[in-house]
């Protein structure tokens, strides 16, 4: 059995789910203090996070992760119990399993072998951990990054463990994400007795023509790293209950998935042009969760990418795809930010695994990626 599948069997039962830690981070932190880093604890409210750090020279690569976990769904749908690590049938099951206690145990893996492996190695290596990923990210890699941004701490290098595998593992590496732009849109009208058509003025029916028009726009061509800005419905909610009363209004849940060819600000101005063109009364509250961040292929690109045709025999896809991550925070400190990790079809589903034969191949392609930077 490898150590880097039991360090993941010892974080997988952990019951960190989102934000709590359940001591997953002073496990790891007790290895990184063996190692000689320097351990800085930054909890913000419920959530732990800390940075760790050996070395003061340039090139600083950081690897970064989170160690809590979604929640479990129905219990017995499960195979094995979620945070009880199984072996069955050469995979591992367990909350976290993808996303991403492996990738966790591979970083703790790959720094304690490399530097064993080069002890007079250039540069510096960090870590930046929180448990306040999975939930509503806004006291954990947002505040690590604010504090060191207030002191001008820079990154090189930074590495994410999120699972960005597709079919094969070692097939995609992320080099950015889209932006995040969701909206609670009411559209106010007149409720009445449905036989009164004149007394009445149905939501529904006038934003029928507004919503048509929203899923008609197309809001930018993309460009060379990102697909076109998506506008999507995720929820339409109107109704007293009665089938002969219209409703007074019609509450609408959507949200943008946007390229780095146009701006958040952008896309609200055009929103509301659209529902004014249609007369409509309405009022909309927005959320924004997250900036589209780039990493132009170069050198780190590079780097994980040779790494991990060496080790997988596969040359990645560089893919912006997917949903947010905290690589977007980082983004503002690194101007070279990758994600890599597991495959991640089982991820937040019942059932959680990953493949073993991919584990020690995680951890010697984060330990090639050092090397290549360092050594």
């Not at 989102?18 to 190692?35: H, M, N, S, V």
Request: charged share 20%.
């Amino acid at each position: 059995m490898s150590e880097t599948l039991n360090i993941a069997k010892e974080l997988i039962a952990k019951k960190s789910i989102t934000p709590d830690d359940a001591g997953c981070q002073d496990f790891l932190i007790q290895r990184l203090e063996k190692l000689g880093f320097e351990i800085e604890l930054m909890p913000h409210g419920k959530v732990k996070n800390f940075y760790a750090k050996k070395g003061s020279n340039s090139p600083l690569i950081v690897f970064a992760g989170h160690t809590d976990v979604v929640p479990t769904g129905p219990l017995e749908q499960w195979l094995t119990p979620p945070f009880e690590p199984t072996i069955k049938e050469n995979s591992l099951y367990g909350r976290g399993a993808a996303d991403m206690k492996t990738s966790l145990a591979a970083f703790i893996v790959s720094v304690e072998e490399f530097l064993s492996e080069n002890p007079d190695h250039k540069g510096a290596i960090g870590l930046l951990i929180t448990s306040d990923e999975e939930g509503v990210a806004t006291d954990g890699t947002v505040k690590v990054v604010e504090a060191l941004q207030k002191r001008q701490e820079k990154i090189d290098y930074c590495i994410v463990g999120e699972p960005t595998s597709s079919i094969k593992f070692g097939d995609t590496v992320k080099n950015g994400r889209r932006g995040s732009l969701s909206a609670k849109l009411n559209i106010i009208g007149i409720q009445g007795h449905i036989a009164y058509p004149e007394l009445i003025k149905n939501p529904i029916h006038a934003v029928a023509p507004a919503i048509n028009d929203l899923v008609n726009t197309v809001w930018d061509e993309g460009n060379e790293y990102f697909p076109k800005t998506s506008w999507q419905i995720s929820n339409i909610n109107a109704g007293t209950g009665a089938t002969n009363v219209v409703p007074g209004n019609v509450e609408i849940l959507f949200n943008f998935r946007y390229s780095s060819s146009i701006t958040a600000g952008l896309l609200k101005q055009r929103v509301e042009a659209i529902l004014n063109h249609h007369k409509l009364q309405f009022e909309i509250d927005w959320q924004h969760s997250g900036q589209p961040y780039l990493t132009e292929k170069g050198m780190l690109t590079d780097l994980i990418s040779s790494s991990i045709i060496e080790v997988c025999g596969i040359k990645p896809t560089i893919s912006t795809t997917g949903g947010t991550s905290d690589g977007r925070f980082i983004a503002k400190l690194c101007d070279q930010v990758v994600e890599f990790g597991p495959i991640n079809e089982s991820i937040h589903k019942i059932n959680e695994c990953i493949d073993i034969s991919t584990i020690d191949k995680l951890k010697d392609i984060y330990k090639l990626t050092l090397s290549k930077a360092l050594a």
